[in-house]
């Protein structure tokens, strides 16, 4: 349901696949076999609109509306995979199994290593709890439960991390600069603009893995706070 998709049908692909399961987005089929999650863009924006099957994850790409059905009856129902609509790479490394290539076997993505768009478009980004199934939650909870604002300060400055932004500007130090600083209230900005034309990588993010930004800025308020737990935190 990212944008490119979403301009190409997606909400028509989804309107049709709900009503053909007879559920509704994020719920069961009363079996429990079968579930729809809407997600966000997972990057490859001009093979839209895009249809993942999951356990094994078939990538089917330049879905129709006529082909909800066939995806249904036959690779749902049916197990047969509709080889047609598979995404057909031209990169040289076969997939595991001929029949279907998954997301990750694209030649576009085998060479990543997805570390900040990690769950973009394999979880929905409006549910907590498929965040937290994929350990969200956990950093923000090992630094208010076992470490200091100090501790949180080195381990970052320790890991190298830098801004986004073509300045690379150090995480770490950025933080430690902040922290010093005496006021009765402090604030925790999130500048999402991407001023660069077609450049999508913080709205990537926001849409498609919002908790991770509340997660690390609610980890970045600690660090400032000069204490070992945050009085007030607001959204």
Same mark, same amino acid.
């Given at each position: 349901?990212?944008?490119?998709?979403?301009?190409?049908?997606?909400? /028509?692909?989804? =309107?049709?696949?709900?009503?053909?399961?007879?559920?509704?987005?994020?719920?069961? /089929? &009363?079996?429990? #076999?079968?579930?729809?999650?809407?997600? !966000?863009?997972?990057?490859?924006?001009?093979?839209?609109? @895009?249809?993942?099957?999951? &356990?094994?994850?078939?990538?089917?790409?330049?879905? $129709?509306?006529?082909?909800?059905?066939?995806?249904?009856?036959?690779?749902?129902?049916?197990?047969?995979? @509709?080889?047609?609509?598979?995404?057909?790479?031209?990169? #040289?490394?076969?997939?595991?199994?001929?029949?279907? @290539?998954?997301? $990750?076997?694209?030649?576009?993505?085998?060479?990543?290593? !997805?570390? @900040?768009?990690?769950?973009?478009?394999?979880?929905? +980004?409006? =549910?907590?709890?498929?965040?937290?199934?994929?350990?969200?939650?956990?950093?923000?909870?090992?630094?208010?439960?076992?470490?200091?604002?100090?501790?949180?300060?080195?381990? *970052?400055?320790?890991?190298?991390? !830098?801004?986004?932004?073509?300045?690379?500007?150090?995480?770490?130090?950025?933080?430690?600069?902040?922290? &010093?600083? #005496?006021? +009765?209230?402090?604030?925790?900005?999130?500048?999402? =603009?991407?001023?660069?034309?077609?450049?999508?990588?913080?709205?990537?993010?926001?849409?498609?893995? +919002?908790?991770? *930004?509340?997660?690390?800025?609610? *980890?970045?308020?600690?660090? $400032? /706070?000069?204490?070992?737990?945050?009085?007030? *935190?607001?959204?």
């Amino acid at each position: 349901m990212g944008t490119a998709c979403y301009v190409k049908g997606s909400q /028509t692909l989804l =309107d049709a696949l709900t009503e053909k399961l007879g559920i509704g987005v994020d719920e069961c /089929t &009363p079996d429990g #076999k079968f579930s729809i999650t809407a997600c !966000r863009c997972i990057g490859a924006c001009g093979l839209g609109p @895009v249809v993942i099957v999951y &356990p094994e994850g078939t990538f089917y790409s330049q879905v $129709k509306i006529e082909d909800v059905e066939e995806i249904v009856e036959s690779h749902l129902l049916k197990e047969h995979i @509709v080889e047609r609509l598979v995404y057909a790479d031209t990169g #040289k490394v076969q997939p595991k199994n001929p029949k279907y @290539v998954t997301l $990750k076997e694209t030649a576009f993505y085998r060479s990543q290593d !997805r570390i @900040v768009l990690r769950n973009c478009g394999v979880i929905n +980004p409006e =549910d907590i709890n498929e965040y937290i199934a994929r350990d969200g939650y956990q950093a923000l909870n090992k630094a208010l439960t076992t470490m200091t604002p100090d501790d949180v300060i080195k381990c *970052i400055s320790d890991s190298g991390l !830098r801004g986004r932004g073509g300045g690379g500007f150090p995480t770490g130090f950025k933080w430690a600069l902040c922290a &010093p600083n #005496k006021a +009765p209230q402090k604030y925790v900005v999130c500048n999402a =603009d991407v001023g660069d034309p077609d450049a999508f990588m913080d709205r990537s993010v926001l849409e498609g893995d +919002p908790h991770c *930004i509340i997660e690390a800025m609610t *980890i970045a308020g600690f660090t $400032k /706070t000069q204490f070992c737990y945050l009085k007030n *935190i607001c959204f």
